[in-house]
C-alpha cells in the first residue's frame, strides 16, 4: 500500500524556481532599464547632467586701443563689473528688487520681474558702474553675483565721435572704425569648463581650455590736437552762421594721411542712445553735395591740360545772363569780358559755361574721372559714398553748363580733399591713409600702412598754373579774401551752392551750402582744408560763411605743426645762402 504523505522535496524545488523566476524577471526589469536609459535616452540625460554639473564659461576678450598718431588714446578699454543673480536662490525677490532699485537707480518692477524668472541666471545689470557694484556687494544678497568684464570707454567724449564710432553692451563695434576694425580690435575670447558640486559651488576643471587673445591696437593718422582745432572752429563757425550742421577735413597732401575729420554737431559715444542716430553718421565721408563754385577748380584744370585755354584766354559773360535752351545762367555781378583766371577769381557761373563749352564734355569728364569723381576713394571706414557724375554721353548742353560751375554732379567732402590734395601735391592723387599701423598687445608694429599713390591726375605744370590761379581767389578783389593768412600764402577756391530738392527735383529756394576749399602754404603745401557748412541763416556765401572756418584751421594746425612762417622762411634761406 502506497503512502499518502506529500514529498517536502518536491515544494523545496518549486520554491527554488519561482524565486529564481522572480530574480530573472526582476534583473529583466533593470536591464531593460538600463538600455533605455544608456542607449536610447543616453544623449539627452547626458546633457541635462552637464547642464547641472558642468557649465562652459566665456571671459570676453579686451578689445584693443585705438590710438592717434601720437599714440593718445581716442578709444580705450576699462575693466567693469556686471551684476548678475540666479532667481532660484534669491530668499526674497521683493526685498531684494527694492534694494537693488534703490542702489542701481531703475525700476522696482523690472528688477522684479527679472527675479521672478524660472531661469537660473539672469541679468541685473551689465557694466555696472564701480559704486554700484561696491554698494551691492555691501549687501551681501543672497543669489546675487558678479562676472568681470570690459567696457569700451571714449577718454576724449564727443572727439571725433563720427568717425570712431562706438561700441554695443555685448562689445561689439556697431559705428566707425569701431565696426570697421571690430575684427581686428576685438580679439579672440577665452573660453573653460566650470564644474559644480550637488550644492551649486563652483570651481574650474583644470581641462578643456581654450586661451583667449586680447584685441589688437590700431594707430590712426589721425592728430588728436588738429582734430580739437578743426571741430572748435567748425562748430564756432556752424553756430555763427546759425546753420543746420558742418563738415570738415585736414589732409597731407603727399601722402594723403587724414588728420582730421569733422562733423558738427556731434556726441558723446560713452552715451551714444542719448543722442539722435542721425548724428552718428560720419557724413564727411558718407553724405554726398552739389559742390557749386569749388568744381571750378578742376574746370580750370581740364581747360589749362587739354591746352583749350591759358589763364589769359578770355570770355564774354553777357553781363550777368546767358541763355542755354530755355534756361538761363546768372550771375551775381553783370561781368563783361573776363579771363579764364578772373573767372575763377570772380567766380563767375557764365564764364565757367563757356569754358565748359570750349574744352567740351568728353575731355571734361575724363578730366573729372582722373581725379576721382564719382567713384569711392576706399578710405577704411564705412558707409562712404561714390557721389555722383554721370556719363558725359548722357549730358545736354545745360548739364554740360551746369557741370562746369558744380551744379548736377555731387561729391563728398572727403573726395573734394583728395582731389585737391592731388593740384597741391604736383598732379599726383593718393589713396586716404587713415589707419597707419596695427600693433600686437606689446606694442609691437605687426602691420604698417603706407602712402599710396593711385595715379598722376594731372601734370606738375598744369598742377602749378591751377595753384597760381587759386592765390588771386584769395588777394583783394577775389572771393576768398576771408581766408588769408598773415604769415602764409593761401590757395583755395569758395563755394556757394543752392541745395538740390531730392524729393520733387530741382533746386530748394533759400537752401544752400557754404564750402570753402583750400591748401597752405600755397607753393609748399602742408596741408589741405575743405570746409562745408550746411544751410546758413544769417549770411550764404563760401566766401563770408566757410572761408573764415578755413583761415582758423589752416592757421591754428600750420602754427601747430611748427611750419615756419614764409617770411622767417624766405629770411632763412637767404642767411643759409649768403654765408
Known sequence: MKSTKKDPGRWIRLRIVLVGVSFCSVMLLFVGRAVQLHLLKGVLLAQKASDQYEKRDKRFAKRGIIYDRNYEELAASVEVDSICANPKKCESGKHTSELLATILKTDTKEIYQKLSSSKSFVWIKRNARPDEVSKVKEKGLAGISFIEGTRRFYPNKSLAAQLIGFTGTDGCGLEGLEYTLDSTVKGISTTHTVLKDAFGRSFRSPKNNRTGQDGQNVVLTIDKNIQ?????ALSEGVREAEAKSGMAVVVVPSTGEILAVANIPTYNPNVFWESECSTWRNRAFSDAFEPGSTFKVFLAVAALETGACTPNSIFYCENGRYKIGRRAIHDMHQFGWLSLQQIVKMS??????????????????????????????????????????????????????????????SVSVLQMAMALSAIANNGILMKPLLVSKITDVTGKVVKHFKPTCVRQAVSACTARAVTRILKTVIAEGGTGVRAALPAYSVAGKTGTAQKADLNGGGYLKDRYIASFVGF?????????????????????????????????????????????PERELRASNQTGTMG
Open 348 to 409: 563767375s557761373n557764365i564764364g565757367a559755361a563757356k569754358v565748359g563749352e570750349r574744352v567740351g564734355a568728353e575731355l571734361l569728364d575724363k578730366t573729372l574721372n582722373a581725379f576721382g569723381f564719382g567713384k569711392k576713394t576706399g578710405v577704411k571706414a564705412p558707409g562712404e559714398t561714390a557721389g555722383r557724375l554721370s556719363p558725359h554721353e548722357k549730358w545736354s548742353d545745360m548739364d554740360a553748363a551746369a557741370i562746369s560751375f558744380g551744379q548736377g554732379v
Open 228 to 232: 580739437y582745432i578743426t571741430e572748435n
Open 520 to 564: 597752405a602754404p600755397a607753393d609748399d603745401p602742408e596741408i589741405v582744408v575743405v570746409v562745408q557748412i550746411d544751410e546758413p541763416e544769417k549770411e550764404i556765401y563760401g566766401g563770408v560763411v566757410a572761408a573764415p572756418v578755413f583761415q582758423e584751421i589752416c592757421g591754428k594746425t600750420l602754427r601747430y605743426m611748427k611750419i615756419l
